[in-house]
């Protein structure tokens, strides 16, 4: 069993910043992809941004290309969401996950292992 845990969300102005960190306490972590997917209020959870283990390679939405920025430490067993130029559309509940396979993926269901959310909530 891998236990995900979410920290960081916030309040913060339209233009400002947050970095989100996702802490692994059980389970297997550094071996495998972790991905960030985040659902507002009324929509679907969507897909944000990946990792793969050794973090040699990221994958972003378009909608946050630019200004996300995905890393791991696995000596902490943490992945981190760096969030700059924030705006009122990335309010949303953020989800980390891990992957079921060493393979990454954009596919929510590709992740089996997720924490409980950390709310970031964006005003003008």
């Known amino acids: 069993q891998v236990r995900l845990v979410e920290s960081g969300g916030g309040l913060v102005l339209a233009g400002g910043s947050l970095r989100l960190s996702c802490a692994a306490s059980e389970g297997t972590f550094s071996t495998y992809p972790v991905a960030w997917f985040r ?3 009324g929509k679907q959870r969507e897909f944000v941004a990946f990792i793969v283990w050794n973090g040699g390679r990221t994958v972003y939405a378009d909608s946050v290309k630019g200004r996300f920025t995905i890393s791991r430490d696995n000596a902490k067993n943490t992945v981190y969401l760096q969030m700059t130029n924030l705006k009122t559309e990335d309010t949303a509940v953020y989800y980390c996950a891990r992957a079921g396979t060493p393979l990454p993926s954009t596919v929510r269901v590709a992740y ?7 709310q970031v909530t964006v005003t003008v």
């Not at 089996?112 to 950390?118: K, L, S």
Request: charged share 0%; glycine share 20%; no cysteine.
């Open 39 to 41: 659902q507002a209020p």
């Open 112 to 118: 089996n292992y997720w924490g409980q959310g950390t």
